[in-house]
């Protein structure tokens, strides 16, 4: 077998760690852990709970469960700095180290268990979106009237840099995976899985082809390493050759898509009646011993850091995510969440943003760009804060890639007045209703 070089994309550190387990002397769960209402915390300061205890209950349609990810003590209730520098009502629970789990219900094996009691399963365990969107899955296999589904993607393409936390999931824990899109495939009632992989991970494919043999309607397609190929829409177009229309969802031609780590999740749901408490993260960058962590929800960053040997330089910015899509962090005390893929640390040097430039009118954003939008002439509204122009030019369809900043020669910052734009827009969307 050929060995994969992944210098490039930052991967190279991590690739070849093995996930290992970190357990924290305590954890900071925020109550906002998925995209929806945050849940009610439903316990108190100084009350034991159990590993697998619902701490905080949902709220509104697209509400979900928190559960405790260790046993030990809950020591506050209160409001904390995360992502975007917006408090956040968290539970702190100090680890008593136990691992003491609640009583867990199993529905029994995925081929077996009533079609019907799949989705609340998912839901009662605290399920969203793995790959960073937190969307509540349960809403997502929740097919709206009048449409079907007919193929169900599991998207392993993990094009974003530095991350291999996918990529070891996958070749460490493969029949995880295919369970949890057998499971879902049953509970839509659909006979088309197909688990998508790019081409720098032979490993992966070969452990997933394996497990996958004389599974019912499940393929492994392998494709070529493109960013950003892992992006839902671009997903379903190498894989069904369909195109999602503007301002429409993946159902509307007939298809769901969820990452690899939800398919997991779904498949311990399922087999074992566990909730969502933990996931791979790859941490890495400057510090000592860049690697993967099987990291309970609300471990803190600087906790996680420490577990691979602390910081190599000086950090200029910590990113939860990798390189082009991921959100700096205000520091090393927010919390690894549901969708916290990596974790990494770049130096002073790398760190430094460059001063904007004025536009040359050179159009390779333009041409860069996954989904045809003229990033250039968006930033021009933006800059203007006419954000009725820039959502007349689809600034809420972009995919917040960041392929037209990288490739900009005058270095402006479009990606980050697009993801202000859009908030600004959203808000105003919400005071609308």
Request: aromatic share 4%.
């Amino acid at each position: 077998m050929k060995k994969i070089k992944n210098a490039h994309e930052g991967k190279g550190p991590t690739r070849e760690q093995p996930t290992r387990a970190y357990s924290p002397a305590r954890v900071v769960i925020p109550v906002q852990l998925h995209l929806g209402a945050p849940s009610e915390p439903c316990v108190k300061a100084g009350e034991r709970v159990r590993l697998g205890q619902v701490v905080a209950t949902p709220m509104g349609g697209l509400g979900l469960p928190v559960h405790a990810s260790v046993s030990g003590t809950v020591t506050a209730i209160e409001d904390r700095i995360q992502f975007g520098g917006l408090p956040v009502r968290c539970i702190v629970i100090e680890n008593d180290g136990l691992d003491e789990w609640v009583e867990l219900t199993p529905l029994g094996d995925v081929e077996t268990v009533p079609a019907e009691s799949i989705i609340p399963a998912i839901r009662d365990a605290g399920i969203c979106g793995m790959g960073g969107a937190t969307f509540p899955t349960h809403a997502k296999l929740t097919i709206p009237e009048g449409k079907h589904c007919d193929t169900v993607i599991v998207n392993g393409a993990e094009c974003e840099t530095h991350l291999t936390s996918d990529f070891r999931l996958m070749l460490e824990q493969p029949l995880r995976i295919v369970d949890g899109l057998r499971a879902v495939m049953r509970a839509l009632g659909v006979e088309r899985g197909v688990i998508a992989v790019e081409d720098n991970k032979p490993e992966a494919v070969a452990a997933l082809m394996a497990c996958a043999e004389g599974r019912a309607g499940v393929s492994v397609v392998v494709m070529p390493t493109k960013y950003p190929q892992g992006s839902e829409k671009q997903l379903i177009k190498a894989v069904t050759d369909r195109e999602v229309p503007a301002f429409k969802l993946p159902i509307d031609v007939h298809t769901v898509v969820v990452n690899v780590a939800t398919a997991a999740a779904i498949a311990d749901a399922v087999t074992l009646g566990k909730p969502l408490v933990e996931r791979i993260t790859t941490v890495t960058g400057c510090v000592r011993e860049p690697g993967n962590l099987l990291l309970r929800i609300g471990t803190l960053f600087q906790d996680a850091i420490n577990a691979c040997g602390g910081y190599s330089q000086q950090p200029g910015k910590i990113i939860a995510g990798g390189a082009m899509t991921g959100i700096c962090a205000p520091d090393d005390q927010v919390s690894v969440g549901k969708g916290s893929g990596g974790i990494l640390v770049m130096n002073v040097r790398e760190a430094k943003t460059d001063q904007e430039q004025p536009c040359i009118r050179c159009a390779r954003c333009a041409e860069v760009c996954p989904i045809g939008l003229d990033p250039f002439l968006i930033k021009y509204y933006c800059d203007h804060e006419d954000y009725d122009g820039a959502e007349e030019h689809h600034v809420m369809e972009c995919m917040m890639c960041g392929c037209c900043a990288y490739i900009c020669p005058s270095r402006r910052w479009l990606t980050t007045s697009f993801r202000t734009a859009r908030q600004v827009i959203s808000a105003r969307r919400r005071e609308e209703k």
